[in-house]
């Protein structure tokens, strides 16, 4: 046995049984198992050009927040510059108009004022006409000596000062 040259059958069976198990998982097993691994490598090239494609979907929606917030923003500061210029203009329309209104009130009671002064100068003339007749009564009355023309006049001062 030692012979290099003796053919060996057990190692002719080894060989044809080893072609015929690679025929047979080739046949059987290896298009199973490479369809196997052709959906998986398939189903994972999906699901990463879906991820990448919700990333770049996310990433448009972050986008048009963003410029919505600061347009809302913007919005926000120009209706609050509008409203406090509105309020600004309502304050001064309201002051202008107080002004006016004290100033129609302090005319008028001036008015006032006036008409009764006038009327309270009137009066004190016409008491006086009255007072000067009563006395120029009186003085016509009495003898004209110079007593009774003292008495008169502390009597016509003492009316006066009651009238005051």
């Known amino acids: 046995m030692n012979n290099p040259l003796v053919f060996d059958w057990t190692m002719l069976a080894q060989m ?17 198992l490479n369809n196997m691994m052709e959906k998986r490598r398939n189903f994972i090239e999906t699901n990463l050009a879906e991820a990448k494609e ?3 979907q996310a990433e ?16 926000a500061q120009e209706v609050i510059a509008k409203a406090t210029k509105v309020g600004e203009a309502s304050a001064n329309e309201i002051i202008v108009a107080a002004h006016e209104e ?4 302090k005319k008028s009671a ?20 009255d007072l000067s007749i009563l006395v120029a009564e009186k003085i016509i009355r009495q003898k004209l000596d110079l007593k009774g023309q003292s ?14």
């Open 16 to 32: 044809i049984s080893f072609v015929l198990l690679v025929w047979f998982l080739g046949k059987v097993a290896w298009n199973p």
């Open 54 to 56: 919700e990333r770049q």
């Open 60 to 75: 448009q929606i972050k986008r048009e927040y963003q410029e919505e917030m600061r347009q809302a923003r913007q919005e």
């Open 102 to 105: 004290a100033e129609k009130i």
């Open 110 to 129: 001036l008015v006032d004022i006036q008409r009764e002064r006038d009327r309270a100068i009137a009066d004190v003339k016409g008491q006086a006409a």
């Open 151 to 164: 008495q008169l006049i502390e009597q016509f001062i003492q009316e006066v000062g009651e009238l005051q």
